[in-house]
């Protein structure tokens, strides 16, 4: 069973940079697609949004527009993490940040994590 791990996140000021990363365990995560979506205060877990998604061979694709060209996203399989690196943070990204893990051949996300608490002040 995989199983998988976010931190890195925490209280900074508008401007500011967070790396998250998300550890897996139980089995490698090369074969799996993985993404990173957050939870806005307020909104239960259909309300996630889906920021970027990276599939096995490292194809990224961002799906958030108000992301784009700030956030990052990265794997490393031998580490068996993910990561996103998040800069110029604004009051509006604060948000819970899951990661997911599906198999490639798979339509949703099997596999989610915790969460870690995004907060930027203003």
């Known amino acids: 069973q995989l199983q998988l791990a976010e931190s890195g996140g925490g209280l900074v000021q508008a401007g500011g940079s967070l790396r998250l990363t998300c550890t897996a365990s139980?089995?490698?995560?090369?074969?799996?697609?993985m993404g990173w979506f957050r939870q806005a205060p307020g909104k239960g877990r259909e309300g996630r949004e889906l920021l970027v998604v990276i599939r096995s061979g490292g194809f990224t694709t961002y799906y958030l527009d108000s992301v784009k060209g700030r956030f990052t996203i990265s794997r490393d399989n031998a580490k068996n993490t993910a990561s996103l690196q998040m800069n110029n943070l604004k009051p509006e990204d604060t948000a819970v940040y899951f990661c997911a893990a599906a198999g490639e051949t798979r339509g949703g996300w099997d596999y989610w994590g915790q969460g870690t608490q995004v907060t930027v002040s203003s």
């Open positions: 139980g089995r490698a995560l090369s074969g799996y697609r």
